[in-house]
């Protein structure tokens, strides 16, 4: 059973930085794309950054404050966070998916989330 665990967390005030790391381990596979997602309470989990072989995504939001980068490992992936504002916090959740292909000759989706770390900014 995989497992991914995520750090990095915690409370900081506006303006200030954190770096949330995640690994994921116990898994054959290596994942193509790593990202990190984001859910603030009664909002919908949005998209915060995705690395895709190098390719990398950013939510309009964070543009030019965060930056999202792999290990070494390809199976472990970072979330520079600066400058950070109150409407940054939220529960950061970190996402890994491959996709695989599978001996029936069709590509099945293989995916894993972690189970969230609190990052609250305050004003």
């Known amino acids: 059973q995989a497992q991914v665990v995520e750090s990095g967390g915690g409370l900081v005030q506006t303006g200030g930085s954190l770096r949330l790391s995640c690994t994921v381990s116990?898994?054959?596979?290596?994942?193509?794309?790593m990202g990190w997602y984001r859910q603030d309470v009664g909002k919908q989990r949005e998209l915060v950054a995705a690395d895709t072989g190098g390719d990398t995504t950013y939510a309009d939001s964070v543009k030019g404050r965060f930056t999202i980068s792999r290990g070494t490992d390809k199976n472990t992936v970072y979330l520079q966070m600066n400058d950070l504002k109150p409407e940054d916090t939220a529960v950061y959740y970190c996402?890994?998916?491959?996709?695989?292909?599978?001996?029936?000759?069709?590509?099945?989706?293989?995916?894993?989330w972690g189970k969230g770390t609190q990052v609250t900014v305050s004003s």
């Open positions: 116990r898994s054959m596979f290596s994942f193509k794309t």
């Open positions: 996402n890994a998916q491959v996709s695989v292909l599978t001996p029936r000759g069709s590509y099945e989706k293989v995916e894993h």
